[in-house]
């Protein structure tokens, strides 16, 4: 692997020692912004030496030209060449400049290109373009090394340099490992291998930074192994399955029957309330969370995030999104996007660079861009929200048969808060299976224990960061694992003293065996894998800012198509999603589409459900994104020639982790929140503290995450 080394020869002496800018070096200039042909260069004549690749390299630093323009060029000059990887042999070569002493410089300048070379994994073994193309066996060379990701890309890479096809990476791989691929299906073991080839593209792109130069966590998933042959697991003979009372060590939780008031206390993450009138014994075995937290997602808040809650937050304050909300809202995020470039001069650069080119194209400013998303974001949200409490509203009306929960005698005495029962069964799920915070009840070991027993690995995940994707990530989880939900929860449940059982469990249990709501958080789980999820994906992505309308366009003409064949969202994606990405949502959530197979009782509500609810989003796609439509002030198409200088002007540039998101970690109280503690032990005496707390019920989405009991959800006893 090469070092992570900065190829520059800008100030350096070696410029003026070697002479590299001689006149041969102006006739290279010269062919560059002129008529790239070649002509005056004398490169028919001899051999292409390194010295011509060097003075390329000072050609584009001196005047900052993009890589992409600098290999089409070479291409055109080198036509014998054109599949090099010019890039990596102008770099290599300038290290090497660099390195050497003078006379050993001036002969390596001298001596000629190597236009034979695939990547520097290959090159430390001796193993060049005609090895490959010629599938030569390289068996004892390629012996000396471990097949790495770093490796596979290099190979992947070279295939698409010279447009090959991929299958031949099998018989390549065979040289480096003898068990691979032993029972000659090619076919087969390239269909296997170009998954796994899929998503280490998709890791290795997050972790590039805008010089595309190598960092710490690109090394390492570089150097990491790539497994070829799977390694057999150890066999165990289990004589019968374990039981309950060894996978969940939980003593009884008792609820105060004679108790008729329920202090309704502000959950953590989601506003997901719990049980105020049981009392915990001593010895009850339930982890504070410290050890199960260790696999988080340590996904940075990203100043989108913050506009979201800011968007959220204000407009409750100010009785929803007036004319005045907006300018606080907009206000407020110019302040921090101000701090964010101060700690991240990338997203100056960016800015720079649009208004630069303000003339010969209208672009959204990065503040504008984030501004009209983050109201977006939230208004989708919310519109769904509403969406799921007409349909729940319409099936309880005419069936006359409340859902869930709501059909049990004990939950009768309770009014629901403003919040869908679809949603209620989300978050008190996930504060139970994956809570947010370290100081909250967390069973989640022993539902991790319970899907490896089923051999179903949980994918629920637990993330700080983007609580308004984790909503929908949460409903696709619980839809991929719906068949150890409730069979997880009715375990929950046996293991508790029947006359004394735990309501908080008995509520979710409740909600998951309801066929109805089932449906309606797999239709959250369908917008998730098919829409939202795509689209957060394309925001973190490197995908070019100039080329968001045309991305836009896309996902639009998807919505004139499921509004009036919503079928197709049942069903996964074969290669690529709405933005031409790789379906990430739908290969981690499978179980979401087996769940909504052709068997299911509920299919014709679930695309009766996802048809209203596409049209609610594309209302508030036309609402809040038509500048971006065909039409709109800001939907023009930059020419090829600007596309090359928006290049580096990504969306990823602009999701940068925002320097103050985590000032305050959630495992500490805050210093305004000193007096929290005596809040809660005294939440009885005055209603009116409960308005000061952070977030009112109807922020509960974006709240930051309270250290308070596990309580239940979105209800009142009477």
């Not at 949460?474 to 004394?500: M, P, Q, Y």
């Not at 939440?683 to 989405?701: I, N």
Request: glycine content about 4%; hydrophobic content about 35%; aromatic content about 10%.
């Amino acid at each position: 692997m090469e070092d992570c080394r900065d190829f520059s020869l800008c100030g350096k002496a070696v410029v003026t020692e070697a002479n590299l800018r001689d006149e041969y070096y102006w006739k290279l200039v010269g062919d560059f912004i002129g008529p790239q042909s070649g002509e005056g260069l004398e490169l028919e004549k001899t051999p292409c030496k390194n010295r011509l690749l060097i003075q390329v390299g000072l050609l584009k630093e001196e005047n900052n030209f993009p890589w992409l323009a600098i290999l089409d060029w070479l291409k055109k000059i080198f036509p014998i060449h054109y599949s090099a990887d010019f890039r990596r042999l102008i770099e290599r070569g300038i290290a090497a400049t660099l390195s050497l002493g003078s006379e050993a410089r001036l002969t390596f300048l001298e001596s000629d290109v190597n236009f034979n070379f695939v990547g520097p994994i290959c090159d430390s073994i001796g193993v060049e373009r005609q090895h490959l193309l010629e599938l030569r066996d390289f068996t004892e060379q390629a012996q000396s090394i471990e097949v790495t990701n770093g490796l596979i890309l290099e190979l992947s890479n070279f295939i698409a340099r010279e447009k090959i096809a991929p299958v031949v990476l099998v018989t390549w791989l065979r040289n480096f490992n003898p068990e691979f691929c032993k029972n000659g299906n090619v076919q087969k073991a390239y269909q296997v291998l170009r998954a796994k080839i899929r998503k280490l593209k998709m890791y290795y792109r997050n972790y590039e930074t805008r010089s595309h130069r190598r960092n710490a966590a690109m090394e390492n998933l570089l150097q990491s192994p790539f497994e070829l042959v799977r390694k057999k697991a150890p066999k165990f003979n289990m004589k019968k399955r374990m039981k309950r009372d060894d996978i969940f060590n939980f003593e009884k939780v008792t609820v105060k029957e004679e108790c008729k008031s329920y202090e309704i206390m502000q959950a953590e993450e989601y506003g997901v309330r719990g049980e105020a009138g049981s009392e915990r014994n001593k010895d009850l075995d339930v982890s504070d969370g410290k050890d199960e937290m260790s696999d988080k997602k340590a996904e940075a808040l990203t100043l989108l995030d913050i506009a979201m809650l800011s968007v959220q937050k204000l407009s409750s304050l100010y009785g929803g999104k007036t004319a005045a909300c907006k300018q606080v809202s907009l206000d407020l995020l110019r302040n921090q996007y101000v701090l964010t470039c101060k700690e991240h001069p990338a997203m100056a650069d960016f800015e720079n660079k649009l208004a630069s080119l303000s003339d010969e194209i209208s672009l959204a400013s990065p503040v504008e861009f984030l501004n009209y998303n983050a109201n977006f974001l939230v208004d989708v949200h919310d519109a769904i929200e509403q969406q799921i409490m007409n349909i729940e509203k319409e099936i309880v009306q005419s069936s006359h048969e409340k859902l869930g929960r709501d059909k049990l005698q004990k939950f009768r005495n309770f009014v629901n808060l403003s919040e869908s029962a679809t949603s209620r069964y989300i978050h008190m799920a996930c504060d139970i299976l994956s809570p947010r915070s370290p100081g909250a009840p967390n069973y989640r070991k022993y539902w991790v224990a319970f899907c490896t027993e089923k051999r179903n690995p949980s994918r629920l995940a637990v993330n700080q960061s983007n609580r308004f994707n984790n909503y929908f990530e949460a409903a696709a989880g619980l839809v991929h694992h719906h068949k150890e939900i409730a069979l997880f929860f009715s375990d929950l449940l046996l293991l508790n003293n029947e006359t004394c059982q735990n309501v908080v469990f008995e509520s979710v249990a409740a909600d998951a065996n309801d066929s109805v709501i089932q449906s309606l958080v797999c239709v959250l789980a369908l917008v998730y894998c098919k829409i939202l999820g795509p689209y957060w994906q394309l925001l973190k992505s490197g995908g070019e800012y100039s080329h968001f309308s045309q991305n836009l366009l896309c996902l639009y003409q998807k919505f004139l198509d499921w509004s009036k064949d919503p079928s197709t969202l049942l069903e996964p994606e074969e290669a690529t999603n709405v933005f031409l990405q790789y379906p990430l949502q739908e290969k981690t959530f499978e179980g979401v589409f087996q769940y909504c197979g052709h068997w299911h009782t509920n299919r014709d509500l679930i695309r009766t459900c996802l048809k209203r609810m596409v049209k609610v989003i594309a209302a508030v796609t036309e609402e809040h994104l038509r500048d971006f439509l065909p039409g709109g002030e800001i939907s023009q198409v930059p020419s090829p020639d600007l596309s090359l200088q928006l290049v580096s002007c990504t969306f990823a540039v602009l999701m940068v982790e925002y320097p103050f998101g985590h000032a305050y970690p959630y495992e500490k109280n805050r210093p305004d929140k000193s007096s929290e503690q005596s809040f809660y032990n005294n939440m009885s005496s005055d209603s009116s503290q409960e308005d000061d707390s952070d977030t009112p019920p109807s922020c509960a989405l974006f709240s930051p995450p309270k250290q308070a009991k596990l309580v239940l959800s979105t209800s009142v006893a009477l």
